[in-house]
């Protein structure tokens, strides 16, 4: 199955998680309010769907993951809006400001049935909950293609894979 990633945030980390995603033939959207940066990518991946608001994004119905690569402070409204419309993200870290918002996203995530991954994974402890579930997801050949495209590092993905 493949799956359509639309990348939220097309800035200084968005423009490389929007190439990864491309080149994995995964990207299906771009959403940015900034009209000139979408212009940009509308010309270098004339293929992809372009959206200035989450808003359209969402009301196009094709996603079905989102990446969320905006500034920090908007990360647990934007995380919040996706699980809304039930779909799985990819939160460039941090997740949330506080640890009350993260408590609520993984409440959210859990009662709309939905995945959330953040930066973070690659920095997991050992022996916790949290790198227990990784390690599942790292078991499926989709979502491990998809967490290892994005890891900055090599030895995240090979320390969560000998957990």
Avoid at 107 to 120: F, L, M, N, P, S
Avoid at 142 to 150: A, P, V
Wanted: glycine fraction near 6%.
């Amino acid at each position: 199955m493949d799956i359509k990633v639309a990348v939220i945030g097309g800035g200084y980390w968005g423009k490389n998680l929007i190439r990864n995603f491309h080149a994995l033939g995964s990207l299906y959207a771009i959403c940015d309010s900034d009209k000139a940066r979408l212009a940009l990518f509308q010309k270098e991946y004339p293929e992809v769907e372009i959206f200035q608001s989450t808003q359209a994004l969402y009301s196009s119905g094709k996603a079905d993951a989102v990446v969320i690569a905006s500034p920090a402070e908007s990360h647990y409204s934007m995380a919040k809006e996706a699980f809304l419309h039930n779909k799985d993200i990819f939160v460039e870290k941090p997740l949330s400001l506080s640890v009350d918002e993260g408590v609520e996203l993984n409440k959210i995530a859990q009662e709309e049935g939905v995945k959330i991954t953040d930066a973070q994974i690659g920095e997991v402890i050992q022996g916790s909950s949290q790198a227990s579930g990784a390690k599942t997801s790292l078991n499926n050949p989709e979502q491990r293609r998809l967490i290892s495209s994005f890891l900055a590092r090599r030895a995240a993905l090979d320390s969560l894979l000998n957990l």
